[in-house]
């Protein structure tokens, strides 16, 4: 006995794939003032990479990507271990976030999905 796929189930399997949420990669952009203001970073890739975030004070992850998670660090090379406290900020996705800690943030971490690395 031979068995054969229609053809009609592999465009319907496309085109169900096609359709399914895709977790994106949003940019992120770290800026010198309180409210995304003042001198502006570049726009980096939120794919989980250690980007300096000295001299900033604020962010923003591109939004209608779905929710990102960041986290910043005292640390300058993305250090949880270092003994400097770790912040984390879920659910970024398109709003301004002041990064008032009380400490001097060095680093940061942005990963999509909402999964926080640490």
């Not at 399914?20 to 940019?27: K, T, V």
């Not at 970073?41 to 591109?62: E, K, L, Q, Y």
């Not at 770790?86 to 400490?103: K, L, R, S």
């Amino acid at each position: 006995m031979h068995f054969s796929t229609p053809p009609f189930a592999y465009l319907a399997s496309a085109l169900i794939l096609a359709f399914l949420p895709q977790s994106a990669h949003a940019g992120i952009t770290a800026f010198s003032g309180d409210n995304c203001d003042g001198g502006v970073g570049a726009n980096v890739p939120c794919d989980g990479s250690c980007i300096s975030f000295s001299g900033r004070h604020s962010f923003r992850v591109d939004g209608g990507s779905g929710g990102h998670c960041v986290t910043v660090f005292e640390d300058a090379h993305c250090g949880a271990g270092a003994g400097g406290p770790v912040f984390v900020f879920p659910n970024e996705d398109g709003g301004c976030q002041n990064v008032n800690t009380g400490t001097d943030i060095q680093s940061f971490l942005c990963s999509s999905g909402n999964f926080c690395e640490v």
